[in-house]
């Protein structure tokens, strides 16, 4: 079995923190999103990865091979960014061998059990009830359980069973006969080629799905969820830090979790705060918050707030003079 992970997106919606670093590089609870997911590939067994790249893929290239030297992992580059579908078709020759592929969207943390996913005899695919399932990739189901339709982004939703950005898929060759009839005869749905449509076109030609409810799944795509899957990871046991040094003349609320080498003066940490590797904190008060790497932060409040990494803040304090009967508000 292959791995098969998309990750050429922009994250136009975590802009412009993702200007200069991939989305799915974003630390959320002290680790990289796109750790958790080979981490849990790899728990399962899992060792051959495609990795499909696009925007400031380089960097991700460089973390996999630097932190995962022991994967056999390969980049394919999508040179444009035509969708889902559309990405892992110009990964094909790097799968078109395997007897099944798992493919797992590069933005998204899930509480699954893949070991339960793969032995499954039918190919399957992840969802999770949603409130507003038009929003999504939508699956309706027939009265066996299995597949009945898919559709992307419906007008007029028929369930609300929503795809997560998980599948398995033991009918190899047909997966990458629907990509290519769908890409070939420009089918696409709202100016792109989805997923969907191509597993809708499995289904056509008598390929039998069933589903998988998840969990939990994060969609790090919003700087909201992004923070409120930080909080929620950091409150569960074995993401925080638990043996971390004295800083001086500091607070720490757990949980946080602060990386190697940092420094922490004349401040207060937490809680549900990610601070990434040799930052440097003075003076400064942080909660709820996901600090990057060699990030600077002096005389600074920041609460529900993501920093990138290299990043410098500096004075945010005020000095006042205020006569009697005055109110404000700095909210």
Not at 49 to 64: A, H, P, Q, R, S
Not at 200 to 216: H, S
Not at 242 to 264: A, F, K, R, T
């Amino acid at each position: 079995m292959k791995a098969i992970i998309p990750v050429a997106g922009a994250g136009t919606k975590l802009r412009p923190l993702t200007y200069t670093q991939p989305k799915p590089l974003i630390p959320v609870a002290g680790k990289p999103i796109i750790s958790f997911i080979i981490d849990q590939l790899i728990e399962v067994g899992v060792h051959e990865f495609v990795f499909v790249i696009g925007y400031l893929g380089e960097k991700i290239k460089d973390f996999v091979e630097t932190a995962y030297p022991e994967l056999k992992s390969t980049f394919i580059q999508q040179e444009e960014r035509l969708g889902s579908a559309h990405a892992i078709w110009v990964a094909r020759d790097a799968f078109r061998d395997s007897d099944e592929v798992i493919i797992f969207f590069g933005d998204t943390i899930l509480d699954v059990s893949l070991r339960d996913v793969l032995d499954m005899p039918f190919s399957a695919i992840g969802v999770q009830r949603v409130q507003k399932p038009g929003e999504y990739g939508v699956v309706e189901l027939d009265e066996q359980e299995f597949v009945k339709s898919l559709e992307e982004n419906p007008r007029i939703p028929r369930s609300n069973l929503a795809m997560v950005g998980l599948y398995k898929i033991k009918e190899v060759p047909m997966l990458i006969e629907a990509l290519e009839y769908n890409i070939t005869n420009n089918i696409r749905t709202g100016g792109e080629f989805p997923l969907t449509d191509a597993l809708m076109r499995m289904v056509e030609r008598g390929v039998r799905f069933k589903v998988f409810r998840v969990n939990n799944w994060f969609d790090c795509g919003k700087k909201e969820i992004l923070l409120e899957t930080n909080a929620i990871l950091l409150d569960r046991e074995g993401y925080a830090s638990d043996d971390l040094p004295p800083y001086e003349n500091s607070i720490i609320i757990h949980p946080v979790s602060i990386g190697e080498g940092c420094e922490i003066i004349n401040s207060i940490i937490g809680p549900h705060v990610t601070i990434g590797a040799h930052a440097r904190i003075e003076s400064a008060i942080i909660t709820n918050s996901i600090i990057g790497n060699y990030a600077s932060i002096h005389e600074a409040v920041l609460h529900a707030s993501v920093i990138g990494n290299d990043t410098a803040i500096k004075g945010l304090r005020q000095s006042l003079n205020i006569g009697d009967n005055t109110e404000i508000d700095f909210t």
